[in-house]
């Protein structure tokens, strides 16, 4: 998620749990298999993840002992580099895959404590680019005088071999598709599109595509821990990224060292779950938008929050009947649902709503979609030049290999807009509509809903804010509350994700816990400073 504010809607950290409004459904992933044990049945039915065995499996050994062979980005002060790991962890006479990795060294002054891996989130969010673009230049400058800045673009995503599904003019299509289908027809085009989408990919990436698992990156995260010469994985993940960091502890739980996960994941929910609970995170997000909007002048929806989402909710009923002009040259037009995507990619952040209002306000008084579409835009990693990045491909071959489909037909989604529209009156529709995605996915799940209990593993870092659209705080209390080493620490506030955004008291309690390995004392809440 960006400079941390003003990158937000721009840059493949959308540290986003990526909600995927428009286009690969907003499911936060679940586990995978990837050869880890799932022996323990937790207490709700949801089974535990079983570490793996501790010694290095023979097989595996060379790609615990290669040489990394460093050379300079174009990114100045950056390191880039190769990793190899096994395509497949049960079988690597399968072959390889190559990781892209980069690192900033250690700065000091101070005793180097060794690699701070980091990943943005997603799934599919570039770790390197939110490493070169943030981490590695705004990380605090005591972080980054002791630990050399490291990230490993997942397998499946940006400068690792990537999945690619759809090609840019197919991608526009396909981003316009109608969420919220009025009658047989439209529902049949929705359909079409998430078929043309899962055929994209399985027809680009047959093999990775079965090899994208959550359990696999988090693998190769120890490939790399190896290959640096790291006793345990330092690690700040946010989002996605935090599942996968949890994911991690319960491979290793031994070789996991100072972990942050800000912006927690309930791996023990199905897909259905995470998608309604996730649905109404962004109700709560939105309500706080409404009440800040309905207080200053310049809101074009109405002095209270309550006209403020009735007038919202009209706005997109007129889109989804007449699309604005945008100023594309008679192109894209401005539809309802990337209308719903531009206002749901300022939900991550509050120091978005500005520009929100903006846009909302060309929209409803000067009858221009281009502010919208612009936000649109910058969430789906939509360059000037029509191409994308695979985030959002990338982020549906994860999200359907590590969890079952939250529904397999238009009718069970049916059944399930109720629960949708209470959760969110504005948004539920086309978020019930947006969960269809995995339904016609060419690989199985490999997947399920479990729990995480990282028994054995150093304390770990739980961050949770109390009104986060993306990752609803409830998710960090339950991920806390199965690891057997958590510390939650809980940020009162807006937006997704607490680390680096403007509250001095979680700064300074994760800096304390990076540095000196102490962790915040139990029930810790913080406010913006």
């Not at 998620?1 to 986003?16: D, E, K, P």
């Not at 690192?103 to 680019?129: D, E, F, Q």
């Not at 359990?215 to 993940?237: I, S």
């Not at 008679?330 to 719903?340: D, M, N, Y």
Request: proline fraction near 7%; glycine fraction near 10%.
């Amino acid at each position: 998620m960006r400079t941390r504010r003003t990158s937000r809607l721009n840059r493949s950290s959308r540290i986003s749990g990526a909600l995927l409004a428009a286009a690969a459904a907003l499911l936060v992933s679940a586990c995978s298999s990837g050869g880890a044990s799932r022996a323990a049945t937790a207490d709700d039915g949801a089974p535990a993840l079983g570490p793996l065995p501790r010694a290095t499996p023979t097989a595996l050994a060379p790609y615990y002992e290669q040489k990394l062979r460093w050379r300079d980005c174009e990114a100045p002060g950056f390191q880039c580099a190769t990793l190899k790991a096994p395509l497949d962890y049960a079988d690597p006479d399968e072959g390889d895959i190559k990781l892209a990795v980069s690192r900033k060294k250690a700065t000091g002054p101070g005793k180097r404590l060794g690699s701070l891996l980091v990943n943005p989130g997603g799934p599919g969010g570039s770790a390197i680019g939110y490493l070169q673009g943030y981490a590695g230049i705004a990380y605090p400058a005591q972080i980054r005088a002791r630990y050399d800045m490291v990230a490993v673009d997942p397998r499946g995503v940006a400068g690792s071999q990537g999945i690619e599904c759809l090609t840019g003019r197919e991608m526009d299509a396909y981003t316009q598709t109608d969420l919220t289908p009025d009658d047989g027809a439209e529902k049949d085009a929705l359909v079409a599109a998430y078929k043309r989408f899962a055929e994209g990919c399985g027809a680009r990436a047959p093999k990775l595509l079965r090899h994208v698992s959550t359990v696999e990156a988090a693998r190769d995260m120890d490939v790399l821990r190896a290959v640096l010469g790291d006793r345990k994985l330092t690690y700040v993940g946010a989002s996605y990224g935090t599942f996968l960091g949890a994911t991690y502890a319960g491979l290793f739980p031994e070789r996991a060292g100072r972990l942050v996960l800000d912006g927690a994941l309930d791996p023990s929910l199905s897909a259905d779950r995470l998608n309604q609970e996730q649905t109404a995170g962004f109700e709560t997000a939105f309500q706080a938008f409404a009440e800040d909007c309905a207080r200053r002048d310049d809101c074009p929806l109405g002095r209270t929050p309550a006209q403020v989402g009735t007038n919202l909710s009209a706005l997109f009923e007129r889109l989804d009947a007449r699309p604005l002009p945008t100023g594309e040259a008679g192109r894209r037009k401005l539809g309802e649902s990337l209308a719903t995507t531009g206002v749901i990619a300022a939900m991550y952040d509050e120091g978005a709503w500005p520009r929100l209002r903006q846009a909302l306000t060309q929209a409803v008084r000067d009858q221009n979609g281009a502010g919208l579409l612009a936000l649109s835009d910058g969430y789906f990693e939509r360059e000037a030049d029509g191409n994308y990045s695979n985030l959002m491909y990338a982020n549906a071959a994860v999200n359907c290999l590590d969890l079952p489909a939250a529904y397999a037909t238009p009718d069970e989604v049916e059944r399930a807009l109720p629960a949708f529209e209470k959760a969110s009156p504005v948004f539920g529709r086309a978020l019930a509509w947006a969960s269809l995605n995995c339904a016609y996915w060419p690989v199985k799940p490999t997947g399920g809903p479990h729990r995480i209990e990282a028994k054995g593993a150093a304390p770990i870092v739980v961050v949770g804010t109390t009104r986060d659209p993306a990752t609803p705080y409830r998710w960090a209390q339950a991920l806390a509350s199965q690891l057997t080493s958590a510390r939650l620490l809980t940020y009162d506030g807006d937006g997704h994700t607490a680390y680096g955004r403007g509250s001095d008291c979680v700064d300074s309690a994760i800096n304390t816990y990076l540095l000196r390995g102490t962790p915040p004392t139990e029930g810790k809440r913080c406010s913006p400073s």
